[in-house]
């Protein structure tokens, strides 16, 4: 089997592609250009894949790139994981968002139709687009109120990739998938901010930390077990879209309190707030109900936010040590 994956230097694109080497996939990933591309590929580093991987080079801004790059790779499944993924940022760049988080998504869909038309294709939709929640419990039916240009971004590409399905006869799915995290989360987001605030302290190269909305609530899991639902989606005879969460949902302020005491520390000694880090309007409070997933592909979390976090601060200790050293 051939695999495709857009995003593939990301957090969830590093473990899919570790996750489908394991499986005997032959794996290609799309590459955008960058100056600093020595660093580009830590991630597929980290997990030591980085030359099992066949990458090809192309944007998702850019039809031609995506059309040569499956051609290339000539995949039974595409993973169109790439996005301007960040949320925050979402309100600074609403129009490169837009590009590549929506409009990136139709010409993936636009390259497989064109290119290879008989390939499965996953969609990685978000529960951001849940935003202001109309049910307490979210689930494919919930209807969507998205709260950001990230969000907004998302839904579109969600909807177009329903109705290629609907329009075209496309084996196309989205996975609405809950806040996941690892040790290969970006720095930016909030969990992997607090891991790596944790181990700088602990190593004594930094006093605080500063957040922004300590009462957010979050559904959170571990990207491991989601890239593993994003490949029985594929598996399936029909397509389909399916929520994807843990169905337990933590403060931002719990978060760090399991991250401190990890290391024998008291958060409240150590986090401050700064409004900077506030949004114009914000999600506060997501839970996933994943039961459909569980009933028809029988997908379960495995890792328990506790031992994500502990694995998270153990990784950013190492890193931090390995800076020091
Ligand atoms: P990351 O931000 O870690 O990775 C994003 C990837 O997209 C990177 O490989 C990045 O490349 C690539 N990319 C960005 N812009 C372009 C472009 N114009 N052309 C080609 N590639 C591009 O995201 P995650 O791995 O965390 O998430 C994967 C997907 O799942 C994203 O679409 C995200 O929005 C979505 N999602 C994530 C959730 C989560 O909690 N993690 C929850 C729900 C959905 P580069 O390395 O060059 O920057
Ligand atoms: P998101 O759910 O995709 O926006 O993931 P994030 O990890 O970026 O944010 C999760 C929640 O943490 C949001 O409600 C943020 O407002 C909140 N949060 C509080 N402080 C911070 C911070 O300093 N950085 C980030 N990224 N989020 C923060």
Redesign the pocket.
């Known amino acids: 089997m051939r695999a495709f994956i857009?995003?593939?230097?990301?957090?969830?694109?590093?473990?899919l592609a570790q996750f489908l080497l394991d499986k005997g996939y032959e794996v290609f990933g799309?590459?955008?250009r960058?100056a600093s591309s020595d660093v580009?590929a830590d991630?597929l580093r980290w997990l030591g894949i980085d030359d099992q991987v066949q990458m090809i080079d192309?944007?998702?801004?850019?039809l031609s790139s995506l059309i040569r790059a499956l051609e290339r790779a000539a995949p039974d499944e595409i993973y169109?994981?790439?996005?301007?993924?960040?949320v925050k940022t979402s309100w600074n760049q609403p129009l490169l968002t837009g590009?590549?988080?929506a409009l990136?998504a139709a010409n993936m869909l636009e390259a497989l139709r064109i290119a290879q038309p008989n390939a499965r294709f996953y969609q990685?939709?978000?529960?951001?687009m849940f935003g202001l929640v109309q049910r307490s419990e979210q689930n494919e039916h919930t209807p969507f109120y998205p709260r950001s240009p990230?969000g907004v971004a998302?839904l579109y590409a969600h909807w177009t990739t329903v109705n290629y399905r609907e329009s075209f006869g496309l084996h196309a799915s989205n996975?609405?998938?809950?806040?996941?995290?690892s040790p290969?989360?970006?720095i930016e987001?909030v969990t992997r901010k607090i891991t790596d605030a944790v181990a700088r302290i602990t190593l004594n190269t930094a006093r605080e930390l500063t957040l922004g909305n300590l009462d957010a609530r979050r559904d959170?899991g571990h990207?491991q077990d989601?890239v593993r639902a994003m490949w029985m989606m594929l598996q399936q005879d029909e397509p389909d879209d399916y929520v994807i969460a843990s169905g337990r949902t933590t403060t931002v302020r719990d978060v760090c309190r399991i991250a401190f005491s990890h290391v024998g520390l008291d958060y409240r000694n150590h986090v401050r707030t700064d409004p900077i880090f506030l949004r114009p309007v914000e999600v506060d409070v997501l839970t996933g109900d994943a039961g459909k997933a569980q009933q028809v592909l029988g997908w379960a979390p495995q890792i328990s936010l506790e031992a994500m976090i502990a694995e998270m601060v153990d990784a950013d200790l190492v890193r931090q040590r390995g800076v020091l050293n």
């Open positions: 857009t995003g593939v230097t990301g957090q969830d694109g590093a473990y799309l590459l955008r960058s580009v991630r192309g944007d998702l801004t850019d169109n994981l790439a996005a301007q993924s960040f590009q590549v988080t990136g990685a939709s978000s529960s951001e990230y998302k996975g609405i998938l809950f806040n996941h995290e290969l989360r970006g987001f959170w990207a989601y």
